[in-house]
């Protein structure tokens, strides 16, 4: 574990967050590594501010998919910067983009962008494939030509 008081790579600190915060929902964790005024905005909802807002929309992530996982393909880094290729995953158990729980497990790819200040995340900017996620539930979608 690393404490928020110690310097933390942003390697270090994307881990944690996709293992310890997504994948094991661990509430504890995101207040330590997310700054007070950290800024996310994901492909499945409205920018959020704060730990507690961050809480929030895991939460419902969780609600309507078991099993979360979100794996890192590949990641970049710099001195106070993280870019991630990902893979996301869980099984389909509650209310998603209007589709009742199907219990398909579903899998889509992603990237993620973090901005860090060498202790916490203070930002991070997700771009899933939200039409494939659709796709997976035959959700409606919105054709765009």
Known sequence: MIASAMESTPKELVERFYYEVW???????AKEILRPDFRFRGS????????????????????????FTCTIDDLLVTDDRAAAR????GVHRGRLFSVE???????????????????????LWVLGDVDSVKQQLNAPTVSRF
Not at 86 to 89: E, V
């Open 86 to 89: 990902m893979t996301f995953s």
């Open 44 to 67: 499945l909802g409205a920018e959020r501010r704060g730990p507690g807002e961050f809480i929030d929309y895991m939460r419902s992530i969780h609600a309507a998919l078991a099993n």
């Open 23 to 29: 994948n094991r929902a661990d509430e504890a964790a």
């Open 101 to 123: 729980a199907t219990g398909r497990e579903i899998r889509w790819p992603g990237a993620a962008f973090f901005a860090t200040d060498g202790r916490q995340i203070t930002t």
